[in-house]
Antibody, heavy 123, light 109 residues
Framework: QVHLVESGGGVVQPGRSLRLSCAAS????????MHWVRQAPGKGLEWVTV????????YYADSVKGRFTISRDNSKNTLYLQMNSLRAEDTAVYYC????????????????WGQGTLVTVSS | EIVLTQSPATLSLSPGERATLSCRAS??????LAWYQQKPGQAPRLLIY???NRATGIPARFSGSGSKTDFTLTISSLEPEDFAVYYC???????????FGGGTKVEIK
């Protein structure tokens, strides 16, 4: 079955960097687009970024554009999120999620999610 | 950017009752709307996609309807495990972005 496991979260000071990983198993990772979605404590869901199945296209929320970079290594079945210049407002649980739909479709459907990893930005 | 507005923010009901949750889009999203359920301390779970299609393993008491700007998630008879927060979601292509509604919390009355 599909399994997504995030790691790399922790406490980091404002302005510093952190890299999250999402290890995928149970499906052909290289065939699916992958997203990062975050959730600040006690708040709703916020989409962060997506990468196409082959990494050829990436898109970002305005709130993280220029600071975060999504990437993937299909040979290792792993998704990454490099987070630079972190701010207090980036504090959240970060989830990776699989997109059921191909990139050229009209929508995205997040059919499998990891358990999340908590990032706390604080001095 | 398309904004999704969910109502009510909180729904207080008893087990066995019918729950009706609303999601309104600021412009037409055709039928491209999904619903997710999230319980405390857990990741979201896909319930409904393309407005009315149940995801794999989702019980028949969950149903979705609507198109363009107005959508509804209905739980026909609440089970104890259905008390949770529910989110709707859509995707814009120009510019590319996913958006979620603010959520509806279904709580035990």
């Amino acid at each position: 079955q599909v399994h997504l496991v995030e790691s790399g979260g922790g406490v980091v000071q404002p302005g510093r960097s952190l890299r999250l990983s999402c290890a995928a198993s149970g499906f052909t990772f290289s065939s699916y687009g992958m997203h990062w979605v975050r959730q600040a404590p006690g708040k709703g869901l916020e989409w962060v970024t997506v990468t196409w199945y082959d990494g050829s296209n990436t898109y970002y929320a305005d709130s993280v554009k220029g600071r975060f970079t999504i990437s993937r290594d299909n040979s290792k079945n792993t998704l990454y999120l490099q987070m630079n210049s972190l701010r207090a407002e980036d504090t959240a649980v970060y989830y990776c999620a699989r997109d059921l739909r191909p990139p050229y479709s009209s929508t995205s459907i997040l059919d499998n999610w990891g358990q999340g990893t908590l990032v706390t930005v604080s001095s | 950017e398309i904004v999704l507005t969910q109502s009510p923010a909180t729904l207080s009901l008893s087990p066995g009752e019918r729950a009706t949750l609303s999601c309104r889009a600021s412009q037409s999203v055709s039928s491209y709307l999904a619903w997710y359920q999230q319980k405390p301390g857990q990741a979201p779970r896909l319930l409904i996609y393309d407005a009315s299609n149940r995801a794999t393993g989702i019980p028949a008491r969950f149903s979705g309807s609507g198109s363009k700007t107005d959508f509804t998630l209905t739980i026909s008879s609440l089970e104890p495990e259905d008390f949770a927060v529910y989110y709707c979601q859509q995707r814009s292509n120009w510019p590319f972005a996913l958006t979620f509604g603010g959520g509806t919390k279904v709580e035990i009355k």
